[in-house]
């Protein structure tokens, strides 16, 4: 295949927001099956245009470097129905919750499976950034720990965060309800 032809393909794209620290948002676009094209901008619009002119540089570099390039995938085709079997316990809850909710039973088990899975999403965002702060907290805590009391903590390279934190001081970080004697004491016992 030549490169004008692997240029002319259709990749699917997405396109997020991204909030920036002064509170404004911009916007990212990625090519998933490409990986690390990516591209941003002040609008939707203007990071798609640049994501163009990512995909043309990446498939150009990997063809150049004779790499392989990825063939777009291609869409699945969804109906809008699937068949479920649940408990009849369930059916009954379920259908007297949506009578409750003045809806049909479809679309009130739509509505909670829509709820379920954006919640989902937020909690693993919500996750993501958790870990972040909690990293850049322990890094201040490290190295105020050298500098003001000549202790030096030692660097845990782990991403394994939640196996490193109690589930109660995990809630309590995240809401910043840790005391100073808890945060001494789980950085001593090494549960941070």
């Excluded at 032809?5 to 927001?17: A, H, I, Q, S």
């Excluded at 163009?52 to 129905?81: L, T, V």
């Excluded at 201040?140 to 196996?163: A, C, H, M, R, Y």
Aim: with cysteine.
């Amino acid at each position: 295949m030549t490169k004008e032809e692997l240029l002319k393909r259709e990749y699917k794209t997405e396109v997020y927001p991204i909030e920036t620290d002064d509170g404004n948002t911009s916007w990212g676009a990625k090519i998933p099956e490409l990986p690390g094209c990516g591209a941003g901008g002040d609008t939707p619009e203007e990071a798609l245009k640049n994501l163009e002119d990512a995909k043309i540089a990446w498939i150009s570099f990997a063809y150049d470097e004779n790499r392989k390039i990825p063939s777009p995938k291609k869409p699945n085709k969804y109906s809008g129905k699937f068949t479920l079997r649940i408990p009849k316990s369930l059916h009954r809850d379920l259908a007297a919750a949506a009578e409750e909710e003045e809806e049909s039973l479809n679309k009130y088990v739509m509505f909670l499976l829509t709820k379920g899975l954006y919640k989902s999403q937020s909690d693993k965002q919500d996750k993501k950034e958790i870990k972040n702060s909690y990293h850049i907290y322990m890094n201040t805590v490290k190295q105020e720990s050298k500098e003001n009391w000549g202790i030096d903590l030692q660097d845990d390279n782990s991403d394994d965060f939640e196996k490193r934190i109690s589930l109660d001081m995990f809630d309590r970080f995240k809401k910043g309800k840790l005391t100073n004697k808890e945060q001494r004491r789980s950085i001593r016992s090494g549960n941070y």
